[in-house]
T-cell receptor, first 113, second 112 residues
Framework: AQSVTQLGSHVSVSEGALVLLRCNYS??????LFWYVQYPNQGLQLLLK??????LVKGINGFEAEFKKSETSFHLTKPSAHMSDAAEYFC???????????FGKGTRLSVIA | DAGVIQSPRHEVTEMGQEVTLRCKPI?????LFWYRQTMMRGLELLIY????????DSGMPEDRFSAKMPNASFSTLKIQPSEPRDSAVYFC??????????FGQGTRLTVV
């Protein structure tokens, strides 16, 4: 079975500071890994995905994530937070592109001016 | 493409009533997923279809829940009878082989 653990249900950073959202996964086979963002009253939007190619994945809005097999981690980072980054972020794992996603509980990111 | 389209966006109904949620996936996508989002349980998979065929419905909480996909461009999730604990946001998502899942805007269901 697959699972995802997101450390920290709420992360608060200052505008311009580094954003680090943590995700650890469990999978019996090489996983597909995703980060999605959800703004209030909206659906989920893909930030980036890892599908067994380059371990450092660049996404939209300046976000990136690094797949570390030895640590079973897929942490999300952004060098400089912007007020518009305030949202809920979900890490997810799946077996392939058309199998269901298993989501973490989510991390709410707050950005302080 | 307009993306995954869900309707209605909001639904308020009385306990015991039938509720039908609708989803139109992105054209050409062959997999469709129904998820439920609550504060307590987060995002849970209810059921998914490949090529209009239900593959896994183990996440459907009770027999009160049913889902259909009569063709590649339409799916429904029905709750009958509805209960207050069914209040949640229900998302539909679609994908093609080895691409990411695209989500609809969700239906916020409130059962009073």
């Amino acid at each position: 079975a697959q699972s995802v653990t997101q450390l920290g249900s709420h992360v608060s950073v200052s505008e311009g500071a580094l954003v680090l959202l943590r995700c650890n996964y469990s999978s019996s086979v090489p996983p597909y890994l995703f980060w999605y963002v959800q703004y209030p009253n909206q659906g989920l939007q893909l930030l980036l995905k890892y599908t067994s190619a380059a371990t450092l994945v660049k996404g939209i809005n300046g976000f990136e994530a690094e797949f570390k097999k030895s640590e079973t981690s897929f942490h999300l980072t952004k060098p400089s937070a912007h007020m518009s980054d305030a949202a809920e972020y979900f890490c997810a794992v799946s077996l392939s592109g058309n199998t269901p996603l298993v989501f973490g509980k989510g991390t709410r990111l707050s950005v302080i001016a | 493409d307009a993306g995954v389209i869900q309707s209605p966006r909001h639904e308020v109904t009385e306990m015991g009533q039938e509720v039908t949620l609708r989803c139109k996936p992105i054209s050409g996508h062959n997999s469709l997923f129904w998820y439920r989002q609550t504060m307590m349980r987060g995002l849970e998979l209810l059921i998914y279809f490949n090529n209009n065929v239900p593959i896994d419905d183990s996440g459907m909480p009770e027999d009160r829940f049913s889902a259909k996909m009569p063709n590649a461009s339409f799916s429904t999730l029905k709750i009958q009878p509805s209960e207050p604990r069914d209040s949640a946001v229900y998302f539909c998502a679609s994908t093609q082989w080895n691409t990411e899942a695209f989500f609809g805007q969700g239906t916020r269901l409130t059962v009073v």
